[in-house]
């Protein structure tokens, strides 16, 4: 059997006698490799533990190959020993050689201990020129971790398990969370995950908001209480109190039937016991059905020479031609007096017009209320026969007119969605959620870029940014990926970071990084920022700029040109900065676009 069968068989403790010739070694051995080991091939026998004869050295050894070895062990000069990548998986104060992927006694503990040409790297002396990363640094490319070795020699590429993810500097990290997932914690906690699973964000939704589905929704109404709202409309709250329904009662199925229609009182839909502008007789006088239908009022007299008719007090004598509508039903005066046409019965509704009156197709539905463009309420009457346009000073939303006013042109929380406020000022709330509960106009901490686009096609925001007196990083070096900046106190001689959005047709954009610490005074650093498309027309395209909250930068511009996947045609807009003081200003306003 292998020893991968039966590691127990394997000592990789075990060790042979140095040598430098075979004078070094006892009768019976021969020196190989720098070991004494008992010799074979001429009627010798091996046995435990080098119970291997080598077909070409006749010696006996305790491998001839890394299958005759122990699990996390290789085969190297006869012998089974623990292989390794790193030093952490060495003991007893051994090292990692990356290079024979064994561990071996520590040579070194400064550059002075080794010979020209060489560092002491990782414990041990490896030549300048072999040196191809930073020892024990750690980059990502997608779900890989590439670690560089503890000598610098060797850059090792490690597949993160499922559930796991590549953080830059850290290597493969357990995810906490499903990446970009907004929840609640409970009713007023909520929390935000990143875009890689790792960090987790929580923020209070406040003593008025209640946390729904990752959102904070104000708390606006009694939970499962139910208003009207005038007219006929039935208002109703949602379980939680954050959101109301609104119906129209002539909607319900207990009052579609009704040929009466319903009316809304004390939060609920009541049948109607008369229509509205009608009305019944009583003695010398006429009851009027009051406006809600709910019932007649006081008996109101008709007075010398009328008398009441239809429901109304009407004159005793008229002018042929002459009408009125009391209701739904239309009068019209005759050589016979007066005579009803119950319109309703027709599909139609009474029309008054002037002194007459006609049946007529219902121009809007009975006491309903709709919006007909963003700040226009369109109000019907009681029958449907006409309406009145109404201009809200704020916005027409959901059948009522709404006051949004706000300072145009801004960015800001709204729950824990990110709002902005037009150029009417005018709120509207978009789909992207403010983490923490701040956003860029919220004075999040460290820089955001924020992008706003009009395009038939996918877009794709990506943003670049590196310290003064610094190269800008290749375009292999972005590819479009995630990074993350972990500049803090001491940023490397050529830092940089790159993130991308997710592709979106037309809407805006926040790309933030709250891990870049705030700037000592006198830095500079410029940001460039590309738009990447899948295609589709594109128009006018807005980007800003904040740090820790303050406006550094906006732009308009119809020129910020498509990125492809060809590194030649690979152009980023470029916005210089620096922080003299506390106030951070522009140095070089709007720069060409930029090739590299």
């Known amino acids: ?244 329904t609104r119906e129209s009662c002539g909607s319900l199925p207990d009052c579609d039937s009704s040929q009466l229609g319903c009316y809304c009182a004390q939060g609920e839909c009541r049948q109607r016991v008369c229509e509205p502008g009608s009305g019944r007789c009583a003695g010398d006088g006429v009851q009027p059905c009051l406006n809600d239908g709910s019932g007649y009022g006081p008996l109101e007299e008709c007075g010398d020479e009328r008398s009441c008719q239809e429901g109304a007090c009407l004159a005793d004598s008229c002018t042929p031609g002459e009408g009125n509508c009391l209701g739904s039903t239309l009068i019209t005066c005759t050589d016979d007096g007066w005579v009803p046409r119950y319109c309703a019965a027709e599909g139609l509704v009474c029309v008054p017009n002037g002194d007459s009156a006609f049946c007529n197709e219902a121009v ?38 709404e006051d949004t006013s706000c300072t145009p042109d801004t960015l800001y929380c709204s729950g824990s969605l990110i709002a902005r406020c037009d150029e009417d000022g005018v709120q509207n709330i978009g789909s992207d959620w403010c983490l923490g509960g701040a956003c860029d106009g919220c004075g999040i901490p460290g820089l955001a870029v924020q992008m706003e686009w009009h395009s038939t096609g996918g877009v794709d925001l990506d943003v670049h940014v590196k310290l003064a007196d610094t190269a800008w990083n290749s375009y292999d070096d972005i590819n479009y990926a995630n990074y993350r900046a972990e500049w803090f106190d001491n940023p490397d001689d050529n830092p940089f970071l790159a993130s991308d959005t997710t592709y979106r047709n037309d809407g805006f954009e926040l790309v933030y990084f709250p891990n870049i610490e705030a700037f000592e005074e006198g830095a500079a650093f410029s940001v460039a920022a590309a738009r990447f498309g899948l295609g589709g027309d594109s128009a006018t395209i ?55």
Not at 383 to 400: L, P, W, Y
Not at 542 to 570: A, C, H, K, Y
Request: charged share 20%.
């Open 364 to 401: 809007c539905s009975a006491n309903q209320a709709y919006c007909t463009d963003d700040h226009t309420l369109r109000v019907c009457d009681s029958t449907g026969a006409s309406f009145e346009d109404v201009e809200c000073s704020g916005r027409c939303h959901n059948g009522q007119c």
């Open 1 to 244: 059997c292998s020893a991968q069968d039966q590691d127990q068989l394997v000592d990789p403790t075990f060790t042979v006698p140095s040598c430098g010739t075979n004078a070094d070694c006892q009768g019976g051995e021969l020196c190989r490799d720098g070991g004494c080991f008992p010799a074979c091939g001429l009627g010798q026998t091996c046995a435990e533990p080098l119970a291997h004869c080598h077909p070409e050295q006749d010696v006996c050894v305790q491998c001839l190959g890394n299958a005759d070895c122990g699990t996390g062990q290789q085969c190297s000069s006869g012998l089974c020993v623990a292989s390794c990548e790193r030093s952490s998986e060495c003991s007893d104060g051994r090292v990692c050689d990356v290079e024979a992927a064994r561990c071996v006694d520590p040579v070194c503990v400064e550059d002075a201990e080794c010979g020209g040409g060489q560092l002491c790297l990782g414990s041990l002396c490896v030549d300048h020129d072999s040196v191809v990363c930073t020892p024990g640094s750690t980059l990502c490319d997608k779900n890989e971790a590439i670690v560089c070795a503890d000598t610098g020699t060797r850059e090792i590429t490690e597949q993160c398990e499922a559930g796991w993810t590549c953080s830059a500097g850290e290597g493969c990290v357990p995810q906490i969370c499903t990446p970009n997932e907004l929840g609640c914690l409970d009713a007023s906690l909520g929390f935000a995950c990143d875009t890689t699973g790792t960090v987790l964000d929580e923020f209070d939704c406040g003593p008025d908001s209640l946390c729904q589905d990752g959102v904070c929704a104000s708390l606006i109404c009694e939970p499962s209480s139910q208003r009207c709202d005038g007219g006929n409309t039935l208002l109703t709250c949602n379980e939680i109190g954050t959101a109301e």
């Open 542 to 596: 807005s980007l800003r700029i904040f740090l820790d909250g303050q406006l550094l930068f906006e732009r308009t511009t119809d020129q910020m040109p498509v990125n492809s996947l060809d590194p030649n045609q690979w152009f980023w807009h470029v916005v210089d900065f620096s922080i003299p003081g506390p106030q951070t200003t522009l140095v070089d306003e709007f720069i060409d676009s930029i090739e590299f």
